[in-house]
């Protein structure tokens, strides 16, 4: 599929599942990386957390463009939570482990907020999954654990790699769990007549 654009679209993020969506469907894109803090606030609720980080990222490289830039900034956050507790990217190996043993047997939400921002648009939205795991299967969860996969990634899995021998059931936007509520941003990209068939 390949989409008309009426105005050019920088991707926010340095994460290459997202960039993988933006080629997928056929956008013309460049790539500017947003270097913000993304710790959560005191007493910040998740998805508050995650909405207040996609809008930051966007405005972040949005300072970066040209004053006359009239394309269209599109950042995203994507956070774990398990009860009101966010559960980031793993700091290392030993890291992996004891976060999916927590996440096993459990119902968690993947958060995902992205932000389009730029050309008389200024939009942030949040999309929630809720992901079952599978309870703990030890030899299982500490083979993955040793594996390069969950290093970059929220919670210390991939649901579109081999991470997704733990999940027992989605609720919601399987996308979203990737990284991209990809449905959701081209309904909003279409509506705001940036892309067109």
Known sequence: MKFTQSCPLILASGSP??????????FDFEILK????????????????????????GAAVREKCAHDFNGLIISADTIVVLGDEIIGKPRGKDDVLPMLQKLAGQTHQVITAYAILGNGVDVVKAVTTNVEFYPAMLPLLLAYSKTIEPLDKAGS?????????????IEGSYNNVVGLPIEHLLQDLSKFKAISI
């Open 157 to 169: 899995y991939s649901i579109q790699g081999v991470g997704s021998f733990m999940v027992k059931s």
């Open 34 to 57: 947003a270097d913000i803090p993304e710790e959560p606030k005191p007493n910040e609720k998740p998805e508050a957390f995650a909405l207040r980080l996609a809008r930051e990222k």
């Open 17 to 26: 599942r997202r960039k993988e969506y933006f080629e997928r469907y056929g």
